[in-house]
């Protein structure tokens, strides 16, 4: 009898590997050999901004999580890198790795979930975990010595850092945002309940603010100038302000023009696939997948995992759709001490219990079951 023929497994290249993206790479490991391409050399969150703010070590314990603790990446070919070009023509990508020489590597199919950058909280600069703590721990002592903090924006961001502020105490919040009502894209009933709740948490809030941002600045930073205002009031000073209006600059650089809307966004049709490119996928903040670019937030990498599987097995029809929800939803101001509140899309909402929402949905449901296991430590 003949040797056995060993079939070469598919390479899967992920760029990015935030929320979405390591859960796209942990899922398509068991059946593929996947290439991660990160700046960082852990799973940084964007998100719960609030609770970051006010409580860092629990945040941490749930939303900074080195790639060595997940069990799941454990096959996976990890680079701590940039693209710094894609050659889709030719199924190929050249990174530059934190050190060492650059490096090519050819796809069979390619995973763009590379984020987008928005305030000092979500950029794509190379960093490791000690300039990570470093800048998380700057911005935290900065806040935590103002008495007077302005949070200008208000979207999901802004309202969930001025309310986990004011309930912490020691300063006064100011809220500022541009609409009558913050939260645009949430379900009405929503924006009327967030109006409540911070007036009952302490926050002043003044609508119908539009800042102006000093020339050239991009909301990266915290800032003590006084803010001006295009819509006619008088300055504001405060002893910090934090920008979060919403100035997102995708990360696709490395991408020709042709797959990118006027924005920058990554196109792709109703199967979260780049058009005219059969093998190439995007999902999450970076894919201009529907209005409020929301794949990340529903389920879309059940969507990308499966198109790409079918895909690696030469099957065009029969690709799953990405069907988005009408409003935004999910949890606005993080684990409180009442526990987690989870908005719907229909403008309902959930309070689940902070003993059942540690235990349960943090700690079983997203450690084991999203991420598949995570060690105590490091490998």
Known sequence: MGAAVTR???TVVVAGLGDTGVLVATRLARSCHVVGISTRPALVSGQELGTR??????WRRTYLVPFGR?????DIDLVHGRIVEADLASATITVEPATGPARQIHYD?????TGVSNGFWRHDRLEDLHSIDISLTAVNQQLA???????VGGGATGVSVADNLARR???QVHLFHSGDEPLPGFHPDVRRWIVRRLASDGVVVHPQHRAELPAGFTGDALTTDPIGWSSGQEPF???AVVWAVGLTRPHTSFLPAEVLDAEGFVLVDAHLRVPGRRNVFALGDVAASDPLRSSARNWGYRVVVANVRAVLRGRETGLRRFRPAPYRWGSLLGL?????TVVQPNGRRVRIPRPIAERLLLGTFVQRVLYGGLRRTDR
């Open 70 to 74: 997940f069990r799941r990446l454990d």
């Open 237 to 239: 000073t405060a002893d």
């Open 336 to 340: 409180q001490s009442d526990g987690l």
């Open 169 to 171: 105490g020691g300063a």
């Open 145 to 151: 010595a103002a008495s007077t903090i302005a949070v």
């Open 109 to 113: 199919a390619f995973v763009i979930a």
């Open 8 to 10: 070469r497994r598919p």
């Open 53 to 58: 703010l006010t409580d860092l070590p629990r």
